[in-house]
């Protein structure tokens, strides 16, 4: 596993602008105990919030707005991506499902760098949890050149994901002097003639690495998986871009997302539109005039 998500350095863009004022976010451990619904106000279905990894964050937007019925309350909030209303309880908390691990962090800064390990000074990292002091208390430091991306800034602690356990974790804010940016060069627009050939390279690439990285780790002693492999699909209009076994998505929901996030903006650099979805892109011309 460490292997594979360690990949989505490559993907990784930019998800959103830094606010200047703070804002709460909610924690929960297991996305699917959320009564979750879209900006069209339909339900979420369970299969895509199973993408989500543990210990998501959901930044509110409004705290507790009240629907037309007179009586529904919902949380307006955003996964950093995209909007969503969480269904709240007569207490103002998400009404879930069933019991999961929910925490509520008020006064948060969003981050958006991501960061590499430098050789030399220590991170600790923790697991998650409400009291982020204890969690660095019986954390781990991390090793030099492992790469994160910030979320938020809490009290004196980072919210960050780590790429190569697909996790999410904290980090005392004073380790940042120990941590260095990490840039991915910016693409200019392309020309859309040669769209087609670029795309299937594109995803060419993408499956090799995939195939090499997990040869690699089998030669290491890592127990043989199945790797995820993407394919282009022809359709009256359209492209779409999805993976050949949708089910292995589960193990990698992470590394999925970032990649059709990157995946979208690339394809958007050559006047093409996208509409993103869980675990595929469907890529449509744009009409011109």
């Known amino acids: 596993m460490k292997g594979y998500i360690y990949l989505t350095l490559l993907f990784v863009t930019g998800m959103w602008a830094a606010s200047p004022r703070p804002t709460d976010i909610w924690v929960v451990r297991d996305a699917r105990a959320l009564q979750l619904y879209d900006k069209y106000r339909q339900p979420v279905p369970q299969s895509r919030l199973a993408l989500y990894p543990p210990y998501s964050p959901w930044m509110i937007v409004e705290r507790d707005v009240v629907l037309a019925d007179g009586f529904s309350r919902v949380?307006?909030?955003?996964?950093?991506?995209?909007?969503?209303?969480?269904?709240?309880?007569?207490?103002?908390?998400?009404?879930?499902?069933?019991?999961?691990?929910?925490?509520?962090?008020?006064?948060c800064f969003p981050e958006k760098d991501t960061l590499r390990t430098r050789a030399s000074g220590p991170v600790r990292a923790g697991n998650?949890?409400?009291?982020?002091?204890?969690?660095?208390?019986?954390?781990?430091?991390?090793?030099?050149?492992?790469?994160?991306r910030l979320l938020f800034r809490y009290k004196g602690y980072l919210y960050a994901w780590q790429f190569s356990r697909q996790r999410y974790i904290w980090i005392a804010g004073a380790s940042r002097r120990y941590l260095e940016k990490t840039t991915l060069e910016s693409r200019p627009r392309k020309r859309p003639t040669l769209f087609i050939r670029d795309l299937k390279k594109r995803v060419r690439e993408?499956?090799?690495?995939?195939?090499?990285?997990?040869?690699?780790?089998?030669?290491?002693?890592?127990?043989?998986?199945?790797?995820?492999?993407?394919?282009?699909?022809?359709?009256?209009?359209?492209w779409r871009?999805?993976?050949?076994?949708?089910?292995?998505?589960?193990?990698?929901?992470?590394?999925?997302?970032?990649?059709?996030?990157?995946?979208?903006?690339?394809?958007?650099?050559?006047?093409?539109?996208?509409?993103?979805?869980?675990?595929?892109?469907?890529?449509?011309?744009?009409?011109?005039?």
């Open 128 to 148: 998650i949890s409400a009291n982020p002091r204890q969690a660095l208390t019986g954390g781990e430091y991390l090793p030099p050149g492992e790469v994160i």
């Open 75 to 107: 949380s307006r909030v955003t996964d950093f991506d995209e909007t969503f209303s969480i269904a709240l309880n007569d207490s103002g908390n998400p009404r879930l499902r069933y019991g999961t691990s929910l925490f509520f962090f008020r006064n």
């Open 206 to 238: 993408y499956n090799t690495k995939y195939r090499l990285l997990a040869e690699h780790l089998q030669n290491k002693g890592a127990a043989p998986r199945p790797v995820p492999r993407w394919i282009l699909i022809r359709e009256e209009k359209l």
């Open 241 to 289: 871009l999805t993976l050949e076994r949708p089910e292995l998505a589960a193990p990698f929901r992470q590394t999925v997302r970032l990649f059709l996030k990157e995946m979208a903006s690339w394809v958007e650099s050559y006047g093409y539109t996208v509409n993103r979805q869980p675990a595929q892109l469907i890529i449509m011309e744009r009409h011109s005039g």
